[in-house]
Structures are given as structure tokens and as C-alpha cells.
């Protein structure tokens, strides 16, 4: 009965299966194929895309009739970090991580061209003034945390992305084109971990590896700061490795969890 608790919660189920269709698809989609991938008659599924539409949760290219996800979708993944739930879940890796290594932990977001930072942890005995702090944007590009979440991007995403970018540089260390960068994430995707020396602040070297949810998506980045004197030994990279693990089945259990 239209109206009825079960016919709500089918309708329910059917948004968030079309949400989920098109976080997965990387490019726009039709109607027909938006109805065949979620198994609806063509008129539910326009039905559907309407009102969803209505609410900005998808977007229509009306010149490739096709559709993407809307603004409102992006907006409730910003809402998600506001909440603190993904610091909250990785705060205790964060924590091991300094004790594991001695070092600064930090974790970060990518936002645009920025790697913005959301959590930070020191040991008691650091004579180091970093550049980290909550809520500092650093570009991406620059930085250990912001080259492992561009690496989750293909090059279609990364070119458009940096399509007339200015390059902004701290130090010496230089990254000024798409083509240099993409070198740089190969190196990233190939090893799982990124690191840098002297980009973000001289005489300090970065290591850092992506925390992913359950589908392999990157939403962050752990990572720890040192002072570069030596190159950075095997279990320092291993160490970072394990920490992103770790806070990645952590928001796999989450995410898992039973609702009450």
C-alpha cells in the first residue's frame, strides 16, 4: 500500500541503492541504465531520479542527458567528518602510532587541492614545531598525507583537478605539473605509503599511507613527522602502514556494527 511503513522503507532502500550506484561510477549515467543496474521499470526509476533531484542528492548533465551525484551528497560527506567520527575511530592509531614510533602523528583529508588536518599527536618529549595543527590546509601535492589520497584518483580526475593550477611551492622542493605529480602517486600506488622531505618545511621528511573503507576508497591519510637526519628506516614506513590498516578496519567495524 502506497503510503504504508513497508513501501517507505522500500522507497528509502531504493535511494540509497541509487546513492550508492553513482558513488561508484565514474562517469554520469542514463536513466535506462541507472533502471537496469537497480533492477526498476524505467518509470520508477525516473520517479526516483526526480525527487531525488528535487532534494540535490543527483545532478542532470541535460546536454548528455546523464546524471551524477548532487551537491547535497557532498555535503553530507562534510557533514560526516564535522561529526568527528573519523577521528574518533582513528585517535587511538594515532596514538600507538607516536608511541610505535617516537614521532608526530597526524591525520588528514583531502579538500580540493588541500590537505586539511583533523587530528594531531605529539610525544611528550618533542622539541619539533610543526606545521600540522588542526585545521591547517597545506596543498596536496606537497605533502605525504595529500599525495596518498590524489593517488586514489585516476588521470582523468588528477588532470582535471589541477587544470590551470598555480603550483604553489613552501620550499625548493618542487612539484609544477600534472605530469611530474603523476609520477610521484606511480611511486605511491606502487608501494602503498607516500613520503616527502623538505616539501611542506625544510629538513623534515613525512611518511604517510591512505585509510580506506570497506569498498578500497582512500577518505584519509595517517601519517608521521621527523626531523630528516637519516633516511627513513624500514619500520618507521611499516609502522605507518600498520597504523592505516588498523584505522581502516576500525571504520570497517564501524560501519559494520549492528544498529541497536
Same mark, same amino acid.
Given at each position: ?129 610543526? /606545521?600540522?595543527?588542526? =585545521?591547517?590546509?597545506?596543498? &596536496?601535492?606537497?605533502? @605525504?598525507? +595529500? !599525495?596518498?589520497?590524489? %593517488?586514489?584518483? $585516476? ?63 582512500? /577518505?584519509?591519510?595517517? =601519517?608521521?613527522?621527523?626531523? &630528516?637526519?637519516?633516511? @627513513?628506516? +624500514? !619500520?618507521?614506513?611499516? %609502522?605507518?602502514? $600498520? ?18
Amino acid at each position: 500500500m502506497p503510503g504504508s511503513p513497508t513501501s517507505k522503507v522500500k522507497s528509502a532502500e531504493r535511494a540509497l541503492a541509487l546513492l550508492d550506484l553513482l558513488s561508484r561510477l565514474a562517469e554520469p549515467v542514463s536513466t535506462a541504465t541507472i533502471a537496469e543496474q537497480l533492477d526498476l521499470p524505467k518509470s520508477s526509476a525516473h520517479h526516483l531520479l526526480n525527487v531525488m533531484h528535487a532534494r540535490r542528492f543527483v545532478a542532470y548533465w541535460p546536454d548528455v542527458r546523464r546524471w551524477t551525484l548532487g551537491v547535497a551528497a557532498l555535503e553530507l560527506g562534510a557533514a560526516y567528518r564535522r561529526t568527528g567520527h573519523l577521528e574518533h575511530a582513528v585517535e587511538r592509531h594515532l596514538k600507538d602510532l607516536v608511541e610505535r614510533t617516537g614521532h608526530t602523528s597526524h591525520l588528514a583529508v583531502l579538500q580540493g587541492h588541500d590537505a586539511v588536518y583533523l587530528a594531531k599527536r605529539e610525544p611528550t618529549n618533542s622539541g619539533i614545531r610543526l /606545521v600540522t595543527d588542526v =585545521g591547517t590546509r597545506i596543498p &596536496a601535492h606537497l605533502t @605525504a598525507v +595529500g !599525495r596518498c589520497l590524489l %593517488a586514489a584518483l $585516476d588521470d582523468d580526475a588528477l588532470a582535471s583537478l589541477y587544470r590551470d593550477y598555480d603550483w604553489p611551492q613552501r620550499t625548493d622542493t618542487r612539484i609544477t605539473s600534472v605530469a611530474a605529480l603523476k609520477g610521484v602517486l606511480d611511486d605511491v600506488r606502487a608501494s602503498g605509503y607516500a613520503s616527502e622531505v623538505g616539501a611542506t618545511t625544510d629538513g623534515i621528511e613525512c611518511i604517510a599511507a591512505p585509510v580506506s573503507v570497506g569498498d578500497g576508497t582512500a /577518505v584519509a591519510a595517517i =601519517g608521521i613527522a621527523r626531523v &630528516a637526519v637519516t633516511p @627513513a628506516p +624500514g !619500520r618507521l614506513i611499516e %609502522a605507518v602502514r $600498520d597504523a592505516a590498516r588498523a584505522a581502516s578496519a576500525s571504520l570497517a567495524g564501524r560501519a559494520d556494527a549492528t544498529a541497536p
